[in-house]
């Protein structure tokens, strides 16, 4: 069964105290792992999409890697906007061609305070 | 820019009333979703469409309805209101997913948030 953890629940820095999340995933075969950042009362915000084992994508703080298990969004130097639910998902690969949906993990919940 | 946009924002029902839930984008995107997003337990796909008139269940279709008679709207029905109903719901729309351009993803709304009493 195609599944996604994301680790840890919630996590709480000080600005400017650098981080990572974490996102594992089991699936039959990857088409897409996705990054997503959502505020509170707000629909998830589309981060970063990564495609194959080893590839790496930055945005401003942020920057996610992908490993064949699992994927890490780091955040350097955070701060207090940057508070909010990061969500990880994947989309699957199936026979006969990828799914176009994502299964969703339950997100990290990140607190910076100033 | 609209994106996806989905009314109401928030709505009271009472147990054993019916709603539907709106969603229009204005994207030209083939795919759209309905997601229900419950307190730690992540986003589950209630229903897709991968075209105008075609229509699939996700993961947790029980209780729903949709239909999707045109490109821009996914209407999600409920037809007798549960407590496990109790959810902020988003709709969602996209392309096919798996190439490679840029903006290849799935574009949500800012959700509705229905409480069934």
């Known amino acids: 069964e195609d599944q996604v953890t994301q680790s840890p629940e919630a996590l709480r820095l000080q600005e400017g105290e650098s981080s990572s999340l974490n996102c594992s995933y089991t699936v039959s075969g990857l088409r897409g792992l996705f990054w997503y950042r959502q505020d509170p009362g707000k629909g998830p915000e589309f981060l970063f999409t990564l495609y194959s084992a080893g590839e790496e994508k930055e945005k401003e703080r942020l920057k996610a890697t992908l490993t064949k298990k699992e994927s890490f969004l780091h955040i350097t130097a955070p701060k207090p906007e940057d508070s909010a639910t990061y969500l990880c998902a994947v989309q699957a690969r199936r026979v006969g061609g990828a799914t176009n949906k994502l299964i969703f993990g339950t997100g990290t919940l990140l607190a910076v305070q100033p | ?117």
């Open chain 2, 1 to 117: 820019n609209a994106g996806v946009t989905q009314t109401p924002k928030f709505r009271i029902l009472k147990i054993g009333q019916s709603m539907t839930l709106q969603c229009t984008q204005d994207m030209n995107h083939n795919y759209m979703y309905w997601y229900r997003q419950d307190p730690g337990m992540g986003l589950k796909l209630i229903y897709y469409s991968v075209g105008a008139g075609i229509t699939d269940k996700g993961e947790v279709p029980n209780g729903y309805n949709v239909s999707r008679s045109t490109t821009e709207d996914f209407p999600l029905r409920l037809e007798l209101a549960a407590p496990s109903q109790t959810s902020v719901y988003f709709c969602a729309s996209s392309y096919p997913l798996g190439s490679r351009s840029s903006g290849n993803t799935i574009y949500f709304g800012e959700g509705s948030w229905l409480t069934v009493v």
